[in-house]
């Protein structure tokens, strides 16, 4: 199988599986395609139950941070067949991939998940200018996620860093991404 949708190393896409999404990292090494699940997340729970995921390709700074700590209503989601199985992913996709989802091992604190490709699909496609604040909201999304259960200062001061570059760089989409940031957050403005 060529590389498809997904380019080598890390994709940071939205995962979906059942009535769930998440932004999940999707390691493309060597000509396999793995995920390390956190446990105890719903996307490990409906992996193991569907053995499926669909690899949702989006470009709004908003939806990262949304999915990242909070669940979406029902209408952002739509059934698509992939391999003749049913599987749902993000109305507001660009592009989409499905994949069979099969846990190859478990560490302490994670599920390893090996993909197969089932289907991919480009909706639409747009340019997409490198912007430094989008990719610093998606740099504090990921600290937020672990600050959350760990509320380590080192990561409390990398999501500051991250702020700070996406007030310079960001357009208003990155503003408003920031703001949820940090009402999830609980942090008032600081700096
Ligand atoms: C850009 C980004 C990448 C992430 N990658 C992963 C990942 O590869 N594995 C993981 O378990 N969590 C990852 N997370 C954290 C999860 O998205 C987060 O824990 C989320 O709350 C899980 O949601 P769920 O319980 O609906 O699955 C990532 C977060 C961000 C912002």
Same mark, same amino acid.
């Given at each position: $199988? ?32 793995? $995920? ?9 729970? !409906? ?41 749902? /992913? ?20 994670? %599920? ?33 996620? !672990?600050?959350?259960?760990? !509320? ?14 996406? /007030? ?16 999830? %957050? ?6």
């Amino acid at each position: $199988m060529g590389l498809g949708l997904l380019t080598d190393g890390i994709n940071e896409v939205i995962a979906t599986t059942w009535q769930n999404a998440a932004p999940m990292g999707l390691i493309y090494r060597n000509q396999v395609v793995r $995920m390390a699940v956190f446990r105890g997340s719903h996307t490990a729970e !409906r992996i193991r139950q569907d053995g499926w995921v669909v690899a949702n390709f989006i470009f709004d700074p908003l939806m990262y941070v949304k999915t990242a700590f909070e669940d979406l209503p029902p209408g952002e989601f739509l059934d698509e067949k992939a391999g003749g199985i049913p599987v749902q /992913r993000l109305a507001g996709a660009e592009a989409w991939a499905a994949y069979q989802a099969v846990v190859e091992r478990e560490t302490d604190d994670a %599920l390893i998940v090996q993909l197969s490709l089932l289907k991919e699909v480009v909706c639409r496609s747009a340019i997409h200018p490198v912007n430094r604040g989008f990719n610093s909201i998606i740099e504090a999304t990921v600290h937020a996620t !672990r600050f959350q259960k760990s !509320r380590e200062p080192r990561l409390h001061d990398l999501i500051l860093h991250h702020a700070a570059l996406v /007030r310079r760089c960001g357009g208003a989409r990155e503003l408003e991404a920031l703001d949820l940031l940090f009402t999830y %957050l609980d942090f008032g403005n600081e700096e």
